[in-house]
């Protein structure tokens, strides 16, 4: 059954069960020196049912510590990419993992970009357009002048919209709900 899952489901993960490992995951990186915020982007913010990649975002004065940490762990297969600001691996389970490190300022920008989803970042991004404004993982610039990027918050004001959880970031009406102010009480 699990073989034709994988099959079916095109080599995601269910979150059910991937959710211990990656939280162990989360905890073991949250306790190297030199990190200062971590999440866990992506579709696991989404609570997506089902996952494909595991994408971590760190703040850190001295990431390389971090970087090298990652790429060593044991149960790393395969390492795509291993930078400052990105590394990218294949663990032995099969599941991908990209870790980036941001700055304290762009850290909500990059929060909200690499969580997703794409349709939704484009929306936000025509959004941003719109209004005069340049959107990108970096932080929301009127020109070259970064206005707004160190909190999720920060980026939806910015563009005259109320909070969007990540649950609901599927573009289903939840940008339009926003600007209403009649988004849906998430339980």
């Known amino acids: 059954?699990?073989?034709e899952f994988v099959q079916k489901s095109g080599g995601r993960f269910i979150l059910g069960a991937i959710s211990p490992f990656v939280q162990a995951l989360e905890s073991r990186l949250e306790k190297i020196k030199g990190v200062n915020?971590?999440?866990i982007a992506g579709s696991i913010r989404r609570r997506k049912e089902t996952i494909g990649d595991v994408?971590?975002?760190i703040t850190s004065e001295n990431p390389k510590p971090v970087m090298d940490f990652f790429i060593s762990m044991p149960e790393v297969a395969m390492i795509y990419a291993h930078g400052d600001t990105k590394s990218a691996i294949k663990l032995k389970?099969?599941?991908d993992v990209d870790l980036r490190v941001v700055?304290?300022?762009s850290y909500g920008a990059a929060l909200n970009y690499f969580t997703g989803s794409k349709?939704?970042?484009i929306a936000l991004r025509q959004i941003a357009?719109?209004?005069g404004y340049k959107l990108n993982e970096y932080g929301i610039f009127k020109g070259k002048k970064m206005i707004a990027g160190q909190t999720e918050d920060d980026i939806y004001k910015t563009l005259d919209l109320r909070y969007i959880e990540p649950e609901l970031r599927e573009m289903t009406g939840e940008i339009e709900a926003a600007r209403k102010?009649?988004?849906p009480q998430l339980i």
């Open 181 to 183: 102010n009649n988004l």
């Open 129 to 131: 357009i719109d209004k």
């Open 103 to 105: 700055s304290k300022e």
């Open 1 to 3: 059954k699990g073989l």
């Open 37 to 39: 915020d971590l999440v």
């Open 55 to 57: 994408d971590i975002l």
């Open 119 to 121: 349709e939704h970042n």
């Open 93 to 95: 389970n099969g599941l």
